[in-house]
């Protein structure tokens, strides 16, 4: 079966803790994306990666990292930095970033920072 | 800049019932046009998508049209049911650019 899994379903950190959710994809992509989701907000962009080694900053980028060491994982980790950390954050992944393929998205982790 | 607007949920319906989840959208060029669904407390799935103007979308029922000269891709169903509760979300991808999303429309269908 083809998808991609996140890891924990449901986290908790305490403030001042850097903190690291994986995303693992077996779809073949080469396109990875880590959106945060709050309340009656749409999805905003984090960071995405087109490509193994490289990756750019999204919309929200402050206040956190990634890696993309292999085509099958791009982790986000959450610093100390990101003032509000407490959110749900879902990783997604295409074909290839440009038009018309679809970006296919995990079940998502809910991070709680207290 | 590119952006959707949604209508405000959420959306109560019953069984059976008509649903429209209007979007309207600003861009520059000519966008591809989305609908995702989510599930509680699960990620997003693509319903639907249009590529080019007049296009009409079609997925389990749902049905979408990209209206160019309205800037609009209203999401229509004309029987809902209980499972179909969940946040619609619309989408934009101007080009090769990333997905600009909605803020979501909540729909909550009782029997």
């Known amino acids: 079966d083809g998808g991609i899994t996140q890891s924990p379903k449901y986290l908790f950190r305490k403030e001042g803790q850097n903190v690291t959710l994986s995303c693992e994809q077996n779809?073949?992509?080469?396109?990875m994306y880590w959106y945060r989701q709050d309340p009656g907000q749409g999805l905003r962009l984090i960071y995405y990666?087109?490509?193994?080694?490289?990756?750019q900053k999204g919309d929200i980028a402050e206040g956190y990292s990634v890696s993309r060491e292999k085509k099958e994982s791009f982790p986000l980790t959450v610093t100390s930095a990101q003032k509000n950390p407490t959110a749900f954050y879902l990783c997604?992944?295409?074909?290839?970033?440009?038009?018309?393929?679809?970006?296919?998205f995990g079940p998502g982790t809910r991070l709680t920072v207290t | 800049g590119d952006s959707v607007t949604q209508m405000e949920g959420p959306v109560t319906l019953s069984e059976e019932a008509f649903l429209t989840i209007n979007c309207t959208y600003t861009?520059?060029?000519?966008?591809?046009l989305f609908w995702y669904v989510q599930y509680p407390g699960e990620g997003l799935q693509l319903l639907l998508k249009?590529?080019?103007?007049?296009d009409k979308g079609s997925n389990k029922g749902f049905e979408a049209t990209y209206r160019k000269e309205t800037t609009s891709f209203h999401l229509e169903k004309g029987s809902v049911q209980v499972s179909d509760s969940a946040v619609y979300f619309c989408a934009l991808r101007p080009g090769f650019q990333k997905l600009v999303f909605g803020t979501g429309t909540r729909l909550l269908v009782s029997p």
């Open positions: 779809l073949n992509h080469d396109a």
């Open positions: 990666s087109q490509i193994v080694n490289d990756f």
């Open positions: 861009a520059t060029g000519y966008p591809s």
């Open positions: 997604a992944s295409s074909l290839d970033q440009r038009d018309p393929y679809e970006q296919y």
């Open positions: 249009a590529t080019k103007a007049d």
